[in-house]
Structure formats: structure tokens, C-alpha cells
Antibody, heavy 121, light 111 residues
């Protein structure tokens, strides 16, 4: 069964850091692009960051997180990461890990259940 | 404000047909980038419904169909069922932003 399981969410103070993980199973992880998508409470979906397939994947970021967030992947562990620094209150959201159809970001065919990040003092 | 816009809500009775529009611009849909659609029932993760403008992943009923023209796209749902009640999002790529973008979402209510 193809599955994505996120972890690492929680409560963090404004300006703090958090590292999210996404464990993949049931498919050849290294062959596909991966992305992080977030959803603030009661709001719509927002693409955050993406990484192409392979070991030296190209990375992409939404302007709102550029310079503060870092996406990475460990193909030996079938795991995707999102390092989030200098977090802001408006970034409180459910963060979803999503598998792409292709080797570069295109359309997201498998989604995890999400992990909640709360930025508050 | 999302760069691709959707109506906030649509509704229809069981058995009816509804359409949801997704309007973009020359830097996204109008530039030739594909449009994809997702369904998100309350409290669940999104699910891919249509990819590449009009293609259905395996397991998605043929009641769902997608189309694209110029700077817009549409999702049509025929034979409405109670289980179709959900939020629906379109998604594409925007070259001005160099980012993958979602529409603001449309809440479908089955009357």
C-alpha cells in the first residue's frame, strides 16, 4: 500500500524552529518529486516547497518561506524533511506531505494525513 | 489573494450536474500549464481527482470530468451524490511566481 506518514508537528513559539518528517512506503521513493503543502485552520491549500527526484534534487520554495524553510530528502531512508526556522504565527497550519506523479513537481497523487504545527507564545 | 480564482460555493440536488470554474491568467493556465483538481471532504486530506486537465486517476468515477480552455478550467460533477459534498481545489503552475498554486477552493453542498 502506498503511504505517507508525517511527524514532527507541535507547538512552537514565534521565531522558533521545527523539523517535519514524512516517511514513505509502497513505492520507489527516489523516483518521484515530493512537496509540502499546508492548510491554515478553515483556509485553503497553499503549496510550500518541492524537491525533484534523485539524490541531488532541485528544490523550490514559495516566496513566503524562502530563506527560512529547507526541504530535503534521504532516499536511503525513504523520508522527506522540512526544516522550518523563524516561524510566524500565520504559519499555524496542517502540513501535508505529497507525492508527485512525476520526477519534477506537477500534480500530487498521494497525500499524507498531515501534521499540525501551532506557532504561538 | 490566490492567483487562480474559484467560486466560494456551489450547490446542487442529488442527481444533478454542477460545474466549478477555475480562472487564471497568462502566467499560469493561459501559459499552457496543466490544471489538476482535488477533492477534500471535511476533516480529511485532499485526494487527486483530475490531473492533466481531463484525466482521471484509477478509481475516480467517470461522473467527474475536467476541461480547460484559454485562461480557465472547469470541473464537472454529474449525478450528484451526498458523498460528493466536499471542498474542491484546482491547482496549476505560475511562471511569474515560479510556484505551484492552488485556487481558493469551492465548497460543494448537496441539497
Amino acid at each position: 500500500e502506498v503511504q505517507l506518514v508525517e511527524s514532527g508537528g507541535g507547538l512552537v513559539q514565534p521565531g522558533g524552529s521545527l523539523r517535519l518528517s514524512c516517511a514513505a512506503s509502497g513505492f520507489t521513493f527516489s523516483s518521484y518529486a515530493m512537496s509540502w503543502v499546508r492548510q491554515a485552520p478553515g483556509k485553503g491549500l497553499e503549496w510550500v516547497s518541492g524537491i525533484t527526484s534523485g539524490s541531488g534534487g532541485s528544490t523550490y520554495y514559495a516566496d513566503s518561506v524562502k530563506g527560512r524553510f529547507t526541504i530535503s530528502r534521504d532516499n536511503s531512508k525513504n523520508t522527506l524533511y522540512l526544516q522550518m526556522n523563524s516561524l510566524r504565527g500565520e504559519e499555524t497550519a496542517v502540513y501535508y506531505c505529497a507525492k508527485d506523479f512525476l520526477s519534477s513537481p506537477y500534480a500530487f497523487d498521494i497525500w499524507g494525513q498531515g501534521t499540525m504545527v501551532t506557532v504561538s507564545s | 489573494q490566490p492567483v487562480v480564482t474559484q467560486p466560494p460555493s456551489v450547490s446542487g440536488a442529488p442527481g444533478q450536474r454542477v460545474t466549478i470554474s477555475c480562472t487564471g491568467s497568462s502566467s499560469n493556465i493561459g501559459a499552457g500549464y496543466d490544471v489538476h483538481w482535488y477533492q477534500q471532504p471535511p476533516g480529511t486530506a485532499p485526494k487527486l481527482l483530475i490531473y492533466g486537465n481531463s484525466n482521471r486517476p484509477s478509481g475516480v468515477p467517470d461522473r467527474f470530468s475536467g476541461s480547460k480552455s484559454a485562461t480557465s478550467a472547469s470541473l464537472a460533477i454529474s449525478g450528484l451524490q451526498a458523498e460528493d459534498e466536499a471542498d474542491y481545489y484546482c491547482q496549476s503552475y505560475d511562471s511569474s511566481l515560479s510556484a505551484w498554486v492552488f485556487g481558493g477552493g469551492t465548497k460543494l453542498t448537496v441539497l
